[in-house]
């Protein structure tokens, strides 16, 4: 069974359109995080959340909001999509909450190729 | 700020090669250290993880020692696959659950 999973695994769009990509995780876990993975592979927190708390990362353009209807799912929407948004998306999830001392592994989805023309 | 660095690649080896991939990171705390792995066209795994100093993390013949004086967390595995072509990921968990991922090593084993 997929732990964390994330649909579309691909999408292909033009500029300016506005797209969701949507993530769920059956692990019972408390926090869910989106991470953009450029070009050259690397890794970038966009979001972690909980029911509780969001923690943005002041890179991300106001573009991009995360929706979470309940604790398991946590759907990516981008309005206004640009060239510079292709990427690939992933979405992670771990046990703890986001205040504390607590570091738990986090666990990845698939990932979701975008790709805005 | 918290940061980890490692080396850079592509790294080409022939089946049954030595590997090692290095990583020293940088962090006010006491960090948590992860490898993670991505298949070609697939998202990122969990290889092996190291909670605290002079931890060995390990799992499918990978192992990685936390070494707290060298600031290191390297990659190693004894006889590499064809298999075991992948990007691999350094990264550090601190407080708060933020994850700070290295820039990611290709390795191609060659049969």
């Known amino acids: 069974d997929t732990a964390v999973s994330q649909t579309p695994k691909y999408l292909v769009t033009q500029m300016g359109n506005d797209k969701s990509i949507k993530c769920e995780q059956n692990?019972?876990?408390?926090?869910m995080y989106w991470y953009k993975q450029d070009s050259k592979k690397f890794l970038k927190i966009m979001f972690s959340?909980?029911?509780?708390?969001?923690?943005i990362n002041e890179t991300v353009p106001n573009r991009f909001s995360p929706k979470s209807p309940d604790k398991a799912h946590l759907n990516l929407h981008i309005n206004s999509l640009e060239l510079g948004d292709s990427a690939v998306y992933f979405c992670?999830?771990?046990?703890?909450?986001?205040?504390?001392?607590?570091?738990?592994?986090?666990?990845f989805g698939p990932g979701t190729r975008l790709l805005v023309l | 700020g918290d940061s980890v660095t490692q080396m850079e690649g592509p790294v080409t080896l022939s089946e049954e090669a030595f590997l090692t991939i290095n990583c020293t990171y940088t962090?006010?705390?006491?960090?948590?250290l992860f490898w993670y792995v991505q298949y070609p066209g697939e998202g990122l795994q969990l290889l092996l993880k190291?909670?605290?100093?002079?931890d060995k993390g390990s799992n499918k013949g990978f192992e990685a020692t936390y070494r707290k004086e060298t600031t290191s967390f390297h990659l190693e595995k004894g006889s590499v696959q064809v298999s075991d072509s992948a990007v691999y990921f350094c990264?550090?968990?601190?407080?708060?659950?933020?994850?700070?991922f290295g820039a990611g090593t290709r390795l191609t084993v060659k049969p």
């Open positions: 962090a006010t705390g006491y960090p948590s």
């Open positions: 190291a909670t605290k100093a002079d």
């Open positions: 990264a550090l968990l601190i407080n708060n659950n933020d994850m700070r």
């Open positions: 992670a999830s771990s046990p703890a909450g986001l205040a504390g001392a607590r570091r738990e592994t986090q666990y």
């Open positions: 959340y909980n029911n509780k708390e969001l923690i």
């Open positions: 692990l019972g876990h408390d926090t």
